[in-house]
C-alpha cells in the first residue's frame, strides 16, 4: 500500500469560554505502540470577529515532500459530526500532488444538495430490484413524483403505497444496501423514515447484536478510544470544553452561544457560483448509497449544464 502522501488537516468544531493561540507536535498516543510513525500536530484556530468559536484541528504533515504536496482540509458534515470519525475510519492510503497550494477546488462524496432529492429513494429502490414495478407504478400514479415534501393528507392511496414502501424497505442499509442492516436497540425514530425528511444518523443503522457484521464494533473502539483521558491529554484537548465525545452532535445548538439552523438547503446556486469564478469540482456519488441516490446527484449536476 502506498503511504499518505497528503498533508491533512482535519478541523473539529468546538466552542470555547475563552481563546488561546495554541499548537503541539504529538509523539505518542495512547493505544499506539511507540513512537509515531509520522508527523501530527493538534491545536486551536480561532475564528470570528472576536476568535469567540475556536477550531480544533489535527494536522498529519505529508511523508513525501511537505513542501510541494498539497494541503487538504478536512471537514465532516453532520451536521456536527467529528472529524475524528475521518482520521479513524475513513481516510485511507492516497497519492496526490500540486504545485500549486492555493484554492483550486473541491470534491464532494454523495452531497445533500437540494430539497427534492429525497424524492429519488424510490426509483433508487427500483433500479436496485428493492421493490417491484407494480408497487412503483402505483407510486407513481398515485403520489404524481411527489413522495415526501408535499403529500395530501387526504390522498390516502398516496399514503397507503408510501407505508407499503417503508416497510419494504425497513431492513435495508440506507448507507450501503449491501451491507448488513443493524438495527439500533434504542431506535428512538423508529423504521428508517426516510420518505419523511430525515436524515438519520448512523448510530441508529448500528445494532449491538450483530458485532461480527455491523460497523457498530469498531465505532464503540474509536468512541472508548477518545473519551480516554490519556488519549485526549495526549491530544492536548482542553479539559472540560466538551464534556463526552461523541461521533456526532445533535445538540450543536445548545452548545454554542449561536443557534445553529439550517438555513440553506439548496446549495446548487452555489455550486454554478464556485464554477462561474473558476473552480474545479469533483462531484461522486456511490452507487449503493440510499441516503443520497445517485440520481439525484446526476439530476441537479445536468441542471448546471455540467458533464457526467
Known amino acids: 500500500m502506498e503511504k499518505l502522501l497528503l498533508k491533512l488537516c482535519v478541523l473539529v468544531l468546538l466552542h470555547l469560554f ?15 505502540p511507540g513512537r509515531l510513525p509520522f508527523h501530527l500536530e493538534t491545536g486551536y484556530v480561532g475564528i470570528g470577529k472576536d476568535e469567540e468559536v475556536q477550531l480544533f484541528y489535527y494536522f498529519l504533515q505529508s511523508e513525501s515532500n511537505p513542501t510541494t504536496d498539497p ?15 475521518a482520521i479513524v475510519n475513513e481516510i485511507g492510503n492516497t497519492v496526490g500532488k500540486e504545485q500549486l497550494i492555493n484554492l483550486q477546488g473541491y470534491l464532494l462524496g454523495n452531497p445533500l444538495t ?21 408497487l412503483y407504478k402505483s407510486l407513481e400514479k398515485n403520489c404524481r413524483g411527489e413522495y415526501i415534501r408535499e403529500i395530501d393528507p387526504n390522498n390516502a392511496r398516496c399514503a397507503n403505497d408510501v407505508q407499503t414502501f ?42 449491538l447484536q450483530h458485532e461480527d457484521k455491523c460497523a457498530s464494533d469498531w465505532r ?22 466538551i464534556g463526552s465525545w461523541i461521533k456526532c452532535r445533535k445538540d450543536i445548538s445548545r452548545i454554542t452561544t449561536h443557534n445553529y439552523t439550517i438555513t440553506i438547503h439548496d446549495v446548487i446556486p452555489y455550486h454554478a457560483n464556485l464554477s462561474s469564478k ?17 440520481q ?13
Open 166 to 207: 417503508n416497510q419494504m424497505v425497513r431492513n435495508i442499509n440506507m448507507e450501503h444496501v449491501l451491507k448488513p442492516f443493524c438495527k439500533s436497540d434504542d431506535d428512538l425514530l423508529g423504521p428508517h423514515r426516510i420518505l419523511f425528511g430525515e436524515r438519520l444518523l448512523l448510530d441508529k443503522l448500528i445494532s
Open 114 to 134: 437540494f430539497p427534492q432529492e429525497s424524492n429519488y429513494h424510490i426509483p433508487f429502490c427500483l433500479g436496485m430490484g428493492l421493490i417491484p414495478d407494480e
Open 18 to 32: 475563552q481563546r488561546t493561540d495554541s499548537h503541539y507536535i504529538v509523539d505518542y498516543l495512547p493505544g499506539l
Open 71 to 85: 494541503l487538504l482540509i478536512w471537514l465532516s458534515g453532520g451536521p456536527g459530526c467529528s472529524s475524528v470519525i
Open 278 to 294: 473558476g473552480y474545479r469540482s469533483l462531484i461522486y456519488s456511490g452507487d449503493h448509497d440510499l441516503m443520497v441516490p445517485f
Open 220 to 241: 464503540k473502539h474509536m468512541r472508548y478510544w477518545a473519551n480516554n483521558p490519556d488519549v485526549q491529554e495526549a491530544l492536548h484537548v482542553r479539559k472540560g470544553i
Open 296 to 308: 439525484s446527484t446526476q439530476v441537479w449536476i445536468k441542471s448546471l449544464n455540467y458533464s457526467i
